[in-house]
């Protein structure tokens, strides 16, 4: 089941929309913010350093948007959808 909403059009129509709401957001505290763009910002910065991932730079920046998403709605239920 997770696979499926991993690769709906709907699912990625959702996460677009909020990424950028969320990441300016006052409601959503600091730590939570940087738990997304830390790791976005070292992979696409240091690519080299991690060979062993092969996921290119967009797909992690993707899979990660999604994680981040997720996990901001289930933290902060009371922020407008």
Do not use: C
Request: charged share 20%; proline share 7%.
């Amino acid at each position: 089941m997770k696979w499926r909403r991993l690769w709906s059009l709907r699912r990625w129509s959702h996460v677009f929309q909020r990424i950028f709401g969320y990441l300016t957001s006052s409601q959503v505290a600091l730590g939570d913010k940087l738990l997304f763009l830390i790791p976005v910002a070292l992979y696409w910065v240091l690519p080299d350093l991690m060979p062993l991932l092969p996921i290119d730079d967009i797909g992690f920046t993707m899979l990660l948007m999604n994680w981040f998403v997720s996990r901001v709605e289930r933290k902060y239920p009371s922020l407008p959808s």
